[in-house]
């Protein structure tokens, strides 16, 4: 959804881009209406799935293996006389043991995330990413109607899906890496402690690069929705387009981290404490996270634009200097 005017804007900040994506929201009532329409689905599954999903967590965590650091085996041979033996248990048994009783519920959760969270979750992409760059490029206002015929006209969710799948599959293998890494440091060391400290070292150089890479894979979702660009193309056009922008992409990407995690540790510490966090507060998180999702998609649209206008700049200054060189 190429646009002349979205062209000529101004520069931005990181400032600048929140600032952007709340202006869209506050001066844009049937958006915000047409966004609460389309987040209903994806509020209804994320809730069923938050319900489960911080259950079977707050079981695990409160999991209580056996004290004993030892256990004692005893049997009589043949000739009556009893043999008694201790056998030292290692943690790492405790651990899969703790796995083996909720690996069944962990596996059904991802499946329905990735069947229908996920599917869900890329429609109200499409519709938000679609609409919002209809509004960042200054077309005239519109009824809830026509922002809806305009939001979906021309739109295939056959890139957006391929592109979200990619950009899932890359963050799921990114995370699966810094647990491997951590998990053959155990197995080394045999110590808890050390492990620990190592994973929390480890984590701390890893979370900048990977909101680097995840801000990266977003853009190329919004890629996918706004140009006729799927796949690897649009990742790795966006991974092209997006030098000398990474800094603020980062930073953008940490904000909604930063958000959602908040959410999900508070819901978590009240279920701690009480047992289970209810309905009402899931409700209540679930809320606020698709709210932050509505902001996310809308600032990576305009972050996109501002990329590309960026890189388009970049790109007539070295046009225009090699004119200047074969001019000499």
């Not at 209804?44 to 707050?58: G, R, V």
């Not at 790492?92 to 043991?97: P, V």
């Not at 077309?139 to 899906?161: F, I, Q």
């Amino acid at each position: 959804m190429e646009n002349n005017q979205i062209m000529m804007k101004e520069k931005l900040v990181l400032f600048g881009i929140l600032k952007e994506t709340l202006t869209i929201l506050y001066k844009n009532p049937s958006f915000i209406i047409l966004t609460f329409l389309t987040s209903l689905p994806l509020f209804c599954s994320l809730l069923a799935h938050e319900i489960i999903f911080q259950q079977t967590l707050i079981e695990t965590a409160k999991y209580r293996p056996q004290e004993d650091s030892y256990k004692v085996t005893c049997s009589v041979g043949d000739n009556g006389v009893s043999l008694c033996w201790y056998q030292v248990i290692d943690p790492l048994d405790t651990i899969k043991e703790m796995i083996e009783k909720v690996t069944v519920r962990y596996l059904l959760l991802g499946l329905s995330y990735l069947g229908i969270v996920h599917l869900l979750d890329l429609f109200s992409t499409i519709v938000i990413v679609n609409s919002a760059s209809v509004i960042y490029a200054g077309e005239k206002r519109m009824n809830l109607k026509e922002r809806w015929h305009r939001s979906m006209e021309g739109v295939s969710l056959k890139g957006p899906l391929i592109t979200s799948i990619y950009a899932l599959l890359m963050s799921s293998l990114s995370l699966l890496g810094l647990v491997s890494l951590v998990t053959q440091f155990y197995m080394i060391s045999r110590a808890i402690l050390i492990t620990i400290f190592f994973g929390l070292l480890l984590s701390i150089a890893w979370l900048p690069k990977h909101m680097e890479w995840n801000a990266i894979w977003n853009m190329g979702v919004v890629m996918s929705v706004l140009e006729e660009k799927q796949g690897d193309i649009a990742l790795g056009v966006s991974a092209y387009v997006s030098r000398g922008c990474r800094r603020r992409g980062l930073f953008l990407m940490l904000i909604f981290f930063v958000w959602r995690l908040a959410l999900r540790l508070s819901c978590l510490y009240v279920g701690w404490s009480e047992g289970g966090s209810g309905i009402v507060v899931t409700a209540v998180q679930v809320s606020l996270v698709c709210f932050g999702n509505v902001l996310k998609w809308v600032a990576f649209m305009v972050y996109f634009y501002d990329c590309k206008r960026r890189f388009l700049e970049k790109k007539v200054d070295v046009e225009q200097g090699s004119a200047a060189e074969a001019l000499k």
